[in-house]
């Protein structure tokens, strides 16, 4: 298993603005992932995290909202950028040791008005 | 389009007696499923899965179904705690893609 952590657990944000979301994770992993939750749906990847070169985005997802960094193997960051009301939603960080299992944070609460 | 359904939101049961989960897909293609359990304010954390070459797993007071001719699958839960009360999450996976259904809530009543 792998534990993750993820800063900051919640933010209320204002419209037009960035956030950026921090996954630490307690090991070195391969592949991390990056998910929304909107309320009321299922979990919906927005991207993958490649460490050494640049994200792979997911329909609907692309760079320039979503910039995503990985520097090693053990963190990675999602920016969510110009954010509107619609960008509120929980933000999950997730990791696959080796198998098939994914392990998840504890996600990023956020808010926009 | 939703490859992964969970088709009922809510669920309550009685202490005691069995929680069944369902759990419908579409893509043939997937080969690993999983059951996934979150509290609220917190992330999913992985329950059991089943690889598409068995029809049952077990562990514990938790056992999954496959059914590949039916594109379904269930989480039987017996007997529910309390502490079982979350909303539950099945996904499937080709590959390197999970795909999510919505949830079901599932409420054990004392």
């Known amino acids: 298993s792998a534990v993750i952590s993820q800063k900051p657990s919640r933010d209320i944000c204002q419209r037009g603005t960035s956030l950026t979301i921090q996954c630490q994770v307690d090991?070195?992993?391969?592949?991390m992932f990056w998910y929304r939750q909107q309320p009321g749906q299922s979990l919906t990847l927005i991207a993958t995290a490649n460490q050494g070169s640049e994200a792979t985005y997911e329909s609907g997802f692309v760079i320039d909202k979503f910039p995503i960094s990985r520097p090693n193997l053990t963190f990675s960051t999602l920016t969510v950028s110009n954010m509107s009301p619609e960008d509120s939603s929980i933000y999950l960080c997730?990791?696959?040791?080796?198998?098939?299992?994914?392990?998840f944070g504890p996600g990023t609460r956020l808010t926009v008005t | 389009d939703q490859q992964v359904k969970q088709n009922s939101p809510s669920l309550s049961v009685q202490e005691g007696r069995i929680s069944i989960l369902n759990c419908d897909y579409t893509?043939?293609?997937?080969?690993?499923f999983l059951w996934y359990k979150k509290y609220p304010a917190e992330g999913p954390t992985f329950l059991i899965s089943i690889s598409s070459i068995k029809d049952k797993n077990e562990d514990g007071r938790f056992t999954v179904f496959l059914n590949k001719s039916a594109k379904h699958l269930s989480l039987h839960i017996v007997p529910s705690q309390p502490g079982d009360s979350a909303v539950y999450f099945c996904?499937?996976?080709?590959?390197?893609?999970?795909?999510f259904g919505t949830g079901t809530s599932l409420t054990v009543i004392p």
């Open positions: 090991s070195q992993v391969t592949m």
């Open positions: 996904a499937a996976s080709a590959g390197n893609q999970f795909y």
């Open positions: 997730s990791v696959r040791t080796g198998g098939y299992e994914q392990y």
């Open positions: 893509n043939s293609m997937f080969d690993y």
